[in-house]
């Protein structure tokens, strides 16, 4: 009890200790790459950056442009490269394109204090992190049918400094037909990334030979999208092949799929102007999506070790009605080594997130994992609640809680703990 009122005590104390660094954010701008292009605020697309609302489903869908036509919310004027009349000459001329006119770069920097409870009196019980990611973003569209999407990331790790440079060009000739190449990232969950520090359980599952699921991999991908009946809902796939985290000591490809079906709510191309999400409630989207996954390849952990056959798949439902949103997520993975036994694993979670104020979003999160579901042990659960403040629609304070629910006695040290986390992006 003593050591649960001295947390106390410290929590409070870092919560007055943050109000300066808040106050200091208040002054920021969202001025986004395409916040400045459509001069619009980041809430236009984002729920809660970087999870997008349906409207940001929509632009994300139709290439990065505006649906219902991008010319007429486009608010700067293209660096033209090349004349209109080149198209009627093609091919002895090159078919004209143009460039942004704005600059096509945004910088996402994150801090946290993450504090780790139950630790010997030897150990550090706080650790304060300013920076712990930095990332610059170049993004946008060139011309009628390409866009790009790149950052260049660098994150503090326990072992030092990581460094990432993905990168994706798209061609956009039609909504229902795209093709990318670059980074491919294969994520089967619902929605868009975490809204939270702590990723969750599925994303983070890993192979024996330290394959990932949400891995960012160099590759090919097709993808396409249409809204259902009415304009309303809607279905979206996507399907590639990618280089492997194995490398280049990976033997061939690994290749995968998703597809995902919304019923009601808004398109997932949109359509009309009026789908903006201009008003206060641009959290809202009363509709239902389901989506499988699945993927298959082989992985080396070096060259010494025997190569690993891998598929993995997944189920979703992610339900928004008026303030709430409920997301399910199952998935397995099937690794076979030769000459070991097979491995099957199996992780889940359910994840519950309200609108309090269009600032203020509580979120719960129960995740449940089993690395090897013939290992005769009971799978490791864990509660994950948290707090989500948009100090400004570019300004996020993130306060989350992990507690381990099976095995507490022997995990608490390792893995109780608390995350106060400040993004800012411009």
Not at 118 to 146: I, M, N, R
Request: neutral net charge.
């Amino acid at each position: 009890m003593d050591a649960w009122r001295k947390h106390h005590r410290l929590f409070i104390s870092l919560l007055v200790a943050a109000a300066p660094l808040i106050c200091l954010a208040n002054s920021a701008r969202a001025i986004p790459v395409f916040s400045r292009k459509y001069k619009t605020s980041c809430s236009t697309c984002h729920y809660a950056f970087p999870q997008l609302n349906a409207f940001g489903k929509a632009f994300r869908n139709n290439g990065y442009r505006y649906p219902g036509g991008d010319d007429n919310f486009r608010k700067d004027e293209p660096v033209s490269l090349g004349s209109e009349a080149y198209k009627q000459v093609f091919p002895h001329a090159i078919w004209p394109s143009d460039l942004p006119s704005t600059s096509p770069l945004a910088v996402h920097a994150m801090g946290q204090y993450q504090m780790k409870f139950h630790q010997p009196d030897s150990a550090a019980t706080g650790d304060f992190q300013f920076p712990s990611d930095v990332k610059v973003f170049y993004a946008g569209t060139l011309g009628e049918s390409f866009s790009f999407f790149g950052e260049v990331e660098v994150e503090q790790a326990e072992d030092g400094v990581e460094t990432g440079f993905p990168f994706r060009l798209e061609w956009n000739q039609r909504r229902a037909v795209n093709v990318a190449v670059g980074s491919i990232a294969l994520d089967p969950t619902p929605g868009d990334r975490n809204l939270i520090p702590s990723g969750n359980n599925i994303t983070g599952l890993t192979s024996r030979n330290g394959w990932v699921v949400e891995g960012e991999e160099p590759g090919l991908e097709l993808w396409g999208a249409g809204n259902g009946p009415g304009g309303k809902g809607g279905w979206k796939y996507l399907m590639g092949v990618v280089n492997g985290q194995g490398g280049l000591i990976g033997r061939g490809k690994d290749v995968f799929a998703r597809v995902t079906y919304k019923i009601s709510g808004l398109g997932e191309i949109g359509g009309t102007e009026g789908q903006a999400s201009q008003t206060s409630a641009f959290y809202r989207d009363n509709g239902v999506t389901i989506g499988g996954f699945v993927s298959s390849g082989r992985e080396g952990a070096d060259l010494f070790a025997d190569r690993e056959k891998l598929t993995t798949y997944a189920g979703t439902l992610d339900a928004w009605y008026r303030n709430a949103i409920l997301s399910v997520a199952v998935a397995g993975m099937n690794s076979r080594i030769t000459g070991t036994p097979n491995r099957k694993s199996l992780v889940w979670y359910t994840q519950g997130q309200y609108v309090v104020y269009p600032w203020l979003i509580g979120l719960a999160r129960f995740e449940s994992t089993h690395e090897d579901t013939e290992d005769g042990e009971d799978p490791q659960t864990m509660l994950i609640p948290a707090v989500v403040a948009m100090v400004r629609a570019n300004v996020k304070a993130t306060l989350e809680y992990r507690r381990p629910i099976s095995n507490y006695s022997t995990r608490k040290t390792d893995e109780e703990g608390m995350v106060a986390k400040l993004d800012f992006a411009l």
